[in-house]
């Protein structure tokens, strides 16, 4: 019974401290340009992820391909 009870203890305290570090943001480039093209094609089904940059503000540092799509290294 003794161990249940620390086991709950040291749960919860799991559970406080990824309350207190857990930040559900997107931070910089890297995060936004690799999650584009799985929002780009799951859900819209195109590869024109220029759109998905322009939400997050990053739309304008990308250059225009020959195609006229916005480009994602």
């Not at 003794?2 to 997107?26: A, D, E, H, S």
């Not at 225009?64 to 994602?72: A, D, K, L, M, Q």
Request: charged share 20%.
């Amino acid at each position: 019974m003794r161990g249940n009870r620390y086991f709950w203890i040291l749960i919860g305290i799991w559970g406080v401290v990824m309350l207190c570090l857990f930040r559900p943001q997107l931070h910089g480039m890297d995060t936004v340009a690799y999650y584009a093209w799985l929002r780009s094609a799951v859900l819209q089904r195109s590869l024109d992820t220029g759109d998905e940059l322009a939400r997050f503000g990053f739309g304008e540092l990308r250059a225009v391909s020959p195609t006229g799509h916005r480009i994602n290294e």
